[in-house]
């Protein structure tokens, strides 16, 4: 089971996040200060997501997470 929606105090309730940048996986993320354009990429190899999610402490790794990686954006 996957949990698609959030709620802050502030906002309200939203979409998850892993839905927003599916529609949108251009970023602006913030690292030590600087702003960095960046995007989004849904992992779809099977054993890099596994081996990914395992190394995050996830055994079994449950098949509704998924995974993405972000480079910079071109």
């Known amino acids: 089971m996957e ?3 959030w ?3 502030a ?4 979409d ?3 839905y927003v940048i599916a529609m949108r996986p251009e970023l602006l ?3 030590d200060g600087q702003v960095h354009k960046m995007r989004a990429e849904l992992v779809s190899d ?3 997501r596994k ?3 395992m190394n995050r402490g996830y055994d079994p790794v449950p098949e509704a997470i998924r995974l993405y990686r972000l480079m910079l954006a071109p």
Request: no cysteine; net charge neutral.
């Open 51 to 53: 081996t990914a999610l």
């Open 16 to 18: 998850a996040w892993v």
């Open 46 to 48: 099977e054993g890099t």
């Open 7 to 9: 709620f802050s105090r």
């Open 11 to 14: 906002f309200g309730f939203g």
């Open 3 to 5: 949990y698609n929606q």
């Open 29 to 31: 993320v913030a690292i």
